[in-house]
């Protein structure tokens, strides 16, 4: 008779612990339903860190892409991409590779925004000695750096192309 509480108490441990564990997935489920009520908000932000044309046209089509996407599926998104060091000449008015297609997303997407490293801009105009010039519509943010952290600790799924 001994041997049978011993097996018996295992036993309603693992009915406790699965009971509990289906309460408690429950009960996520139902947060994550209230949390996520329609219009989704979808908020991704790219970095470009490097001047090749190549990121920063994955960036640019994976963009538009994005918000294309979701337009059609009667979903808000906002996109930023964030340039810093090498990349913030994406931006450059004077010499940007992708510079057509960045002035037709302002127009054309404007769930989609551009910032640019304050610092990286600072050094790059103490160096060439002159206000380096941005495309319209692109904001300086203090680091970029710091903008991609702060995105990502708010929420923002983060890509780099």
């Known amino acids: 008779m001994n041997w049978k509480r011993w097996l018996a108490i295992p036993a309603l441990l693992i009915?406790?612990?699965g009971i509990g564990g289906?309460?408690?997935s429950n009960v996520q489920t139902a947060v994550l339903e209230v949390s996520d009520n329609p219009p989704l908000h979808h908020r991704i932000v790219f970095q470009v860190n490097a001047d090749d044309q190549v990121p920063m046209k994955h960036a640019v089509s994976n963009s538009i892409?994005?918000?294309?996407?979701y337009r059609e599926l009667g979903e808000a998104a906002r996109v930023e991409i964030v340039a810093y060091g090498d990349g913030i000449s994406m931006f450059r008015a004077d010499a940007s590779p992708v510079r057509d297609i960045l002035e037709y997303m302002r127009v054309n997407f404007p769930e989609i925004a551009f910032s640019v490293c304050g610092n990286t801009k600072t050094i790059i105009e103490q160096r060439e000695g002159h206000i380096m010039p941005l495309i319209e519509g692109t904001r300086v943010v203090p680091f970029g750096i710091v903008r991609l952290v702060e995105l990502q600790e708010a929420g923002w799924s983060y890509i780099r192309p």
């Open 22 to 24: 289906l309460v408690a």
């Open 65 to 69: 892409n994005l918000v294309r996407h």
């Open 15 to 17: 009915v406790l612990f």
